[in-house]
């Protein structure tokens, strides 16, 4: 059976990689910006969000024969709040002095259609707790890691220098990069797409 990753991540797809997972990458034919504006607006809490874009981009691209890997991820701080991907460079700064001191969670979401129907779905948490920020280091953050961190919710990635970023993590480094790895490679090995 044939494996889709709805997704052009390039971290989902190395980790997808590294895991000696087989399959070939897709872009989801949702438009994410208006579908989450929706979600937001009925309602749904940043990990319902989460979950139900997974599912739209997973079956964006089901048909017969395939196995359709869709994803998402929301960052949830305060009392609900969450933060989007930066739209600029001082969106970036933005967004990371408000994170700045606080814990937030990110809610990774993962759901698997076949033949139109969600099969599978997983949705993974963690608590990241950032340390006070300077002005001054996070302006040097976002001049060496701006190109990789603009698609990412929040403006950062706990890869490389990102680290430097936070004081305390709760929760899979997978769940952190977007995609609940374990969980999945599990399911996978239960349809017999990977060794048992």
């Known amino acids: 059976m044939k494996l889709i990753l709805a997704s052009q991540s390039l971290t989902r797809r190395h980790m997808l990689r590294s895991a000696g997972v087989l399959f070939e990458a897709a872009t989801a034919l949702v438009d994410e910006r208006r579908e989450k504006?929706?979600?937001?607006?009925?309602?749904?809490?940043?990990?319902?969000i989460a979950k139900s874009l997974a599912e739209m981009k997973a079956l964006s691209l089901s048909e017969k024969g395939t196995l359709v890997i869709g994803c998402d991820q929301t960052l949830e701080y305060g009392d609900g709040f969450m933060l989007d991907k930066p739209r600029s460079e001082r969106d970036a700064f933005d967004q990371l002095k408000t994170?700045?001191?606080?814990?937030?969670?990110?809610?990774?979401?993962?759901a698997i259609a076949e033949n139109g129907k969600i099969a599978w779905r997983q949705?993974?948490?963690?608590?990241?707790t950032m340390r006070e920020l300077?002005?001054?280091?996070?302006?040097?953050?976002?001049?060496?890691?701006y190109e990789q961190i603009?698609?990412?919710?929040?403006?950062?990635?706990?890869?490389?220098?990102?680290?430097q970023l936070?004081?305390?993590?709760?929760?899979?480094?997978?769940?952190?990069?977007g995609l609940?790895?374990?969980?999945?490679?599990?399911?996978?090995?239960e349809r017999g797409l990977l060794l048992a």
């Open 150 to 163: 603009r698609h990412c919710v929040g403006g950062y990635q706990i890869e490389g220098r990102g680290a």
């Open 37 to 48: 504006e929706a979600l937001q607006n009925d309602g749904l809490a940043a990990h319902a």
């Open 180 to 189: 609940p790895l374990l969980p999945l490679l599990k399911y996978l090995r």
């Open 123 to 128: 949705v993974d948490s963690a608590r990241l």
């Open 99 to 110: 994170l700045s001191g606080r814990s937030h969670f990110l809610h990774s979401a993962l």
């Open 134 to 145: 300077s002005d001054r280091f996070i302006k040097n953050y976002l001049e060496l890691e």
């Open 166 to 177: 936070f004081d305390w993590i709760e929760g899979s480094h997978f769940a952190i990069q």
